[in-house]
């Protein structure tokens, strides 16, 4: 049993080690977004280049989060973890010395494995290493200064590139890995080699899923500019792939997502409406930061700033908000919270060039945010629910990668639907006519997502008193469960601490 307490030094410095890590993937999922408008103009890099500098880490990250997590619990997770950090901190040197456009992509896509591998990482270590009476503060702790961190992001990231310049948003990160890694080397114990699962990993389904993602994310980005063959041939082999991924998951004796936990008819209800919330959230980040500083004309500090008052909602009103759906169950706050969303959403198609932060920006941002603090704790609930507490854990990782996977469609997608031609953030005002379709388009894709919730979470979930579903601040992808992916079906949890009870989902 793992017996650290969080009061001693061997405690603070495990807490500091996994949230310095968790804190660099955090980051870049914040910070880059703001840095593309000058990424473009100093690599002469079109849109395209653009969407896939923010894709390609995500495209790898979403297809090999619960590789990752498999891949810690089979070799220990302090290993896994420190590789992920080195490796994490590598791809970034690499994309702030990137040359070109092509180079970056390339970077980043190493990013995302790097994040696949540190990511699940950060809360196992607290899982595994943390005594159980104090697990439950130490997870409230790293939640707390990571949503912190996602808080500051987009104004660090502002702050970078008018100061130092957009390559100091990724060579942030190697000072922070020198610091995380020697430290989780020297405190943080290793997992017990015989509690470690066995090696039953599905490289297989994993390989088929990230390149599904990929291929699909190539024809829908380099569909925007004139048709070819080659998108066509892209696209057809994407759709081959996604449809090989989910044959080798049901026949492969040890799958990386078993299928057979969509037999819960809520948790698929759940991923349906998270998948519709998170790609109008990917949308909107991606797109928001252009127009701050596209059509409005402000600073990549001004626009980073603007944006915070989401994050802060979440950060400080979480907690009441899952308290809440607690109450009275996850159907009232599914459906609200994707409506404020939208009207938030639609708020924005006023800011364009001459906009006031005060009357335009900031009104639309609140009502987001709020909608953000409405719903983001109660699909994480509902999600734990609604399977069996064994299964929680792979629960978790899968909703957490629809999330991943559905904001990299969007940011694919958006561009397409509403047109925006490959130069479009080079003029305001065509930028600035095709976000507010754009924002239209998130806001009808927020309502489905409320009518489905409306109209099939009938019963309400068991209260989650997990810190992570309360205590949240990023605004990319709803939380993990720290009883980490793995074991033999690929993503198993540990047991449920006692101090921390939970009942079966329904």
């Known amino acids: 049993m793992p017996d650290v307490r969080l009061a001693s030094p061997q405690g603070k410095w495990i807490l500091l080690t996994t949230v310095l890590g968790s804190s660099m993937a955090m980051l870049d999922s914040t910070v880059v977004n703001v840095a593309l408008p000058r990424i473009g103009r100093d690599l002469d890099a079109d849109l395209a280049a653009l969407q896939w500098t923010v894709n390609a880490y995500m495209v790898t990250l979403a297809g090999l989060i619960l590789l990752g997590g498999a891949l810690g619990d089979r070799f220990g997770r302090r290993k896994v ?7 994490f901190a590598t791809a970034s040197l690499l994309c702030g010395i990137a040359p070109n456009a092509g180079v970056l992509i390339a970077a980043r896509a190493l990013q995302g494995i790097g994040g696949a591998l540190l990511t699940p990482g950060s809360l196992a270590l607290i899982q595994a290493s943390f005594h159980p009476d104090d697990r439950g503060r130490a997870v409230g702790l790293w939640s707390g200064f990571g949503g912190i961190g996602a808080a500051v992001g987009p104004f660090l990231g502002g702050w970078l590139v008018d100061g130092p310049g957009w390559r100091w948003v990724f060579l942030i990160n190697v ?8 430290i989780a080397v020297r405190h943080v114990p290793e997992s017990d080699s015989g509690e470690r699962a066995p090696g039953h990993f599905d490289v297989l389904g994993a390989v088929l899923g990230a390149l599904a993602l990929a291929l699909v994310t190539y024809t829908l980005i380099e569909a925007a500019g004139e048709g070819s063959l080659v998108i066509a041939v892209t696209g057809v082999a994407g759709l081959v792939a996604a449809v090989a991924f989910v044959l080798v998951e049901k026949y492969r004796p040890h799958p990386m997502m078993p299928l057979d936990i969509f037999a819960s008819r809520q948790f698929t209800v759940i991923n349906v409406v998270t998948l519709c919330v998170y ?11 252009l127009q ?18 989401t994050t802060a909602l979440m950060l400080l009103l979480s907690a009441r908000s899952g308290e809440l759906a607690d109450r009275i169950g996850p159907r009232i706050p599914l459906t609200v919270g994707p409506l404020l969303c939208a009207a938030g959403m639609l708020l924005m198609t006023r800011v364009g060039p001459g906009a006031s932060y005060l009357t335009d920006v900031l009104p639309a941002l609140l009502v987001l945010g709020l909608g953000m603090v409405t719903l983001v704790a109660p699909l994480t609930a509902t999600v734990l629910a609604a399977v069996e507490t064994a299964r929680a ?11 991943r996977a559905a904001g990299l469609m969007a940011v694919a997608a958006l561009p397409l639907l509403v047109g925006m031609g490959p130069e479009a953030y080079r003029m305001p005002d065509a930028f600035d006519a095709a976000f507010g379709r754009a924002m239209v388009l998130c806001a009808v894709v927020l309502v ?5 919730a409306f109209t099939t ?7 989650c008193r997990r810190p992570e579903c309360h205590t949240h601040g990023s605004v990319a992808v709803p939380p993990l469960e720290p009883e980490t992916a793995g074991g033999p079906d690929g993503g198993v949890s540990r047991e449920t601490p006692p101090s921390e009870p939970r009942r079966p989902g329904t």
């Open 393 to 403: 854990g792979l629960a978790s990782g899968v909703n957490n990668a629809a999330a």
């Open 448 to 452: 489905a997502g409320s009518v489905i």
């Open 292 to 309: 701050l500083q596209v059509a409005v004309g402000w600073s990549a500090l001004a626009a980073g700033t603007a944006l915070l008052p």
């Open 457 to 463: 979470v009938r019963r309400p979930a068991p209260g």
């Open 175 to 182: 000072p922070l890995a020198v610091l995380c890694a020697p």
């Open 81 to 87: 973890f420190v590789v992920g950090v080195l490796w």
């Open 279 to 289: 790609a109008a959230f990917g949308g909107f980040f991606f797109l928001a930061a």
